[in-house]
């Protein structure tokens, strides 16, 4: 080293990155895309086959798709062509929250549209993980099949 020359100081490295680039850059973006996947599930009902009248004509019924978060994950695949999976994302403190709420959102829709009768609610429960649990307690009193009536024969009734 030679004295009076200034050495430049050597700047920290920046970890690695590893992997591809994630597709999902922020938590608005997965916010955006939920509200698409919202009006996309509003928009593409099921059509149901069904028969009507005396002479059974065919038609078709629209059904209201639910919004579930299983249906959010799988269209952002379809649509987005991006796999998203909430177990890989929840550890990120920053969609943590963004995806807990989705997931609320998605479940307060359906029990909704379970209290109006538009989805079965036991199927909307079991997605959920609602119950509707009941105890009942029964007690069993042990009672004799012949009751002891005492002795019956007296003394004084001996023939």
């Given amino acids: ?15 690695l990155k590893r992997g591809r ?25 099921f059509k149901v086959q069904d028969y009507v009248g005396k002479d059974g004509v065919m038609v078709y019924r629209e059904k209201e798709r639910p919004v579930t978060f299983m249906g959010f994950e799988s269209w952002i695949y379809t649509v987005k062509d991006t796999f998203f999976h909430d177990t890989y994302w929840l550890k990120d ?19 909704d549209g379970a209290s109006a009768g538009v989805y079965q609610s036991n199927i909307i429960a079991r997605i959920n993980g609602i119950k509707d649990a009941t105890d009942t307690n029964v007690t069993i009193k042990e009672q004799p099949l012949f009751p002891d009536i005492g002795n019956v024969l007296t003394d004084n009734g001996n023939k």
């Fill in 1 to 15: 080293m030679s004295k009076g020359k200034a050495q430049p100081k050597e700047q920290p490295k920046e970890p």
């Fill in 21 to 45: 680039p994630r597709k999902v850059e922020s938590p608005e973006m997965l916010i955006e895309w939920f509200f698409q996947y919202l009006e996309w599930a509003k928009n593409n009902p």
């Fill in 93 to 111: 403190e920053n969609f943590s929250p963004v995806i807990l709420r989705i997931k609320e959102a998605c479940k307060a829709e359906n029990v």
